[in-house]
């Protein structure tokens, strides 16, 4: 851990001269200039004098405030020696800092010899700053412990460390509390979140921070909740005084509860502190808005410091306008920066522009390096070339490591090999993860197999994720559960929809031909003509036989044989029996047996039995009636 203590310990004195002088403003002591600037509690009545010419400061220029302490300091004054020392010590120059600090650490003034401590810590002798450290904390300075206990922990000497460490903590010094917390955090230790409250309460922002990230972690069940309250005013906290990793972590906080536009200024504030996450949350804030300027902007922002997540976002950005060669230079920026996703973007980009020998190149490059999704799309790659033995091996890395589409294409890759129960608990795998597809077909199976109840499960929560096939199947379980239900009577009221005829028009209405079909079918059992033809004109318009067919029938019973017959002959062409017969049928009775004859010879091709017998007959009866 890189030492710290130089500017801070220097920072801290500057707090204690502060809190004392005032000290002495009410009357309290007077005390030396030197215990002033240490915090030091010895007192020397003959430097009162000096005491109360540092009172008076606040009125002066800093020039004004030098010359004095350097004319008491050349007069011999110890306490002006010291204040003088730190005074150039802040600044930097340290040949003038140094006979002063050691003329008032001889005349064992505790703030000298922790600021001369400082100093050779400053000129690169660590051990001899060392030892004017333990001088100063042995008398009483909480700094000096600081820097000490600093200093053993740098050396490994961890319990040394943790000792000078706790003695400037329970001194009240608060870079103390924070550099011991660090320590006992590192150990693992719960103590360090007792100090990290008190470094924090005091105003310390990274300990605010880290307090934060703490009861985050390590606050479990009944209290989680309130302890993410607490963590985010802490996190409030700290990015109010300018941490930006803490505004990074409240935008994410409050962008994660959907408060998009505090988000926003939060990510703006910690990215302008020149946190590239930041700039690169703000991008996708941006682009949700609509604002894609905005966006690229500051994703150039956050990929020019080194974001990976940036170069892609800007890489897909580039990407969707076609412009490639850009895109493929931010893939390769994300590359460079570690993410792997810039090797898995860089795939899917030559597989778009069919690159299949470059894409492969790409997925194994990112599946190598553990891209879970990129080993799927090379398994998908290898199994398009017919390379399925290739592939296997790739669908499983890729789904142990938790991919819910391998884990499916698994399934499939099972299936086509007639390994039903291999393939079922692959589907079963990426069903529990929420895979939709997966569902149905696990779904599917069981159903086979006769687990009706089991089926229903799986089938409404393919269903609920938006799969129309398993709003049909589930539709067609729930009915036949269902008991019989008696035909309406003429003038009874008509019962409310089912569950399933509800599913059945979930489906159509995502365009499921089969369950059209069905509601039209549900429809006209309820007298519904209107809705009926609605549905069979729209499953018939997409390609259904069966629509075309249903159609036809209604349109038949309502009088418009000639657009019956239109769509009679487009479900018998595209392979309909009973479409077929009716147009035979439809034809004898207009005297064309010749057409007849055609349609019944179709209509026995097609079937099924019943129909076909029933064409055979009437085409015997039409070449009976032809020869005649």
């Known amino acids: 851990m890189g030492f710290m203590g130089d500017r801070s310990t220097l920072l801290e004195t500057g707090r204690f001269v502060r809190a004392e002088v005032e000290v002495a403003a009410a009357g309290a002591v007077k005390t030396t200039g030197v215990a002033l600037a240490a915090g030091a509690d010895r007192v020397d009545p003959a430097s009162a004098e000096v005491a109360d010419a540092i009172v008076a400061e606040a009125a002066d220029t800093d020039a004004e405030v030098e010359a004095r302490h350097r004319r008491a300091a050349d ?38 010899a922790n600021n001369l401590g400082v100093l050779l810590h400053q000129r690169g002798y660590p051990e001899e700053a060392a030892g ?43 870079l103390g509390a924070h550099a011991l917390a660090d320590l006992l955090e590192h150990r693992g230790d719960a103590g360090a979140g007792r100090w990290l409250r008190v470094a924090a309460e005091r105003g310390h922002r990274e300990a605010a921070y880290r307090l934060a990230r703490h009861l985050t972690k390590t ?5 989680k909740a309130e302890a993410a309250i607490e963590a985010e005013q802490w996190f409030r906290q700290a990015a109010a005084r300018g941490h930006r990793l803490a505004a ?14 505090e988000a926003g200024r939060w990510y703006l504030t910690s990215a302008k502190d020149g946190e590239a996450r930041a700039a690169c949350a703000l991008g996708f804030l941006l682009r949700d808005a609509g604002d894609e300027d905005g966006a690229a902007t500051w994703w150039l922002r956050a990929a020019t410091d080194g974001d990976g997540n940036a ?14 060669q850009t895109a493929e230079r931010w893939y390769r920026a994300a590359m460079d920066a570690g993410d792997d996703n810039g090797a898995y973007n860089l795939g899917l980009l030559c597989a778009a522009q069919d690159r299949n020998q470059q894409a492969e190149q790409w997925y ?110 589930l539709a067609s379980l729930l009915e036949s559960l269902s008991p019989p239900t008696d035909p309406v009577g003429l003038g009874e009221s ?72 239109l769509w009679w002959t487009r479900a018998a062409v595209a392979g309909h029996g009973r479409a077929a017969l009716r147009l035979g049928l439809l034809a004898a009775r207009h005297g064309d047996l010749t057409e007849g004859q055609k349609w019944c010879a179709r209509a026995v091709e097609l079937g099924p039995a019943e129909v076909a017998e029933r064409a055979a007959k009437l085409r015997e009866a039409l070449q009976e009636e032809l020869t005649a």
């Open 75 to 112: 007069a011999g004054d110890a306490g002006s020696m010291s204040v003088l020392g730190a005074l150039l010590l802040r600044r930097g120059e340290l040949d003038a800092a140094e006979p002063y600090l050691r003329a008032a650490t001889g005349a064992g003034d505790r703030a000298a």
């Open 132 to 174: 004017w450290w333990r001088i100063a904390a042995v008398a009483g300075s909480a700094a000096a412990a600081h820097a000490l206990g600093r200093h053993h922990r740098e050396r490994g000497d961890e319990p040394a460390a943790e000792y000078w460490l706790r003695q400037s903590a329970e001194s009240g010094h608060t």
């Open 364 to 473: 194994r490059r990112a599946a190598y390096a553990g891209h879970r999704e990129a080993a799927n799309a090379l398994a998908i790659l290898l199994l398009q070339v017919g390379d399925a033995a290739g592939a296997e091996p790739w669908f499983s890395k890729a789904a142990e490591a938790g991919s819910v589409d391998a884990a499916f294409n698994l399934g499939i890759l099972f299936a086509s090999r007639d390994e039903d129960r291999t393939a079922l608990k692959w589907y079963e795998r990426a069903a529990a993860a929420g895979h939709t597809d997966a569902a149905l077909q696990v779904g599917i199976a069981l159903v086979r197999d006769g687990e009706e109840r089991a089926a229903e499960r799986h089938l409404r929560c393919a269903a609920g994720g938006g799969s129309a096939e398993a709003a049909f199947r």
């Open 311 to 324: 170069a892609n976002a800007l890489g897909a950005l580039h990407a969707a306008r076609g412009e490639t």
């Open 248 to 261: 990074l972590r409240l935008g994410t906080l409050l962008e994660a509860r959907g408060e998009l536009k």
């Open 219 to 223: 606050v479990k069940g009944e209290g």
């Open 494 to 565: 008509v019962a409310e929809k089912s569950e399933s005829e509800e599913w059945y028009e979930r489906a159509a209405e995502d365009g499921h031909r089969r369950a059209q079909v069905r509601v039209g079918m549900l429809a006209a059992s309820r007298g519904d003509l209107g809705t009926a033809e609605r549905w069979y004109r729209e499953a018939a318009e997409a390609g259904s036989r069966n629509g075309a067919f249903n159609l036809g029938l209604l349109l038949a019973r309502e009088g418009n044989e000639p657009e019956a017959a």
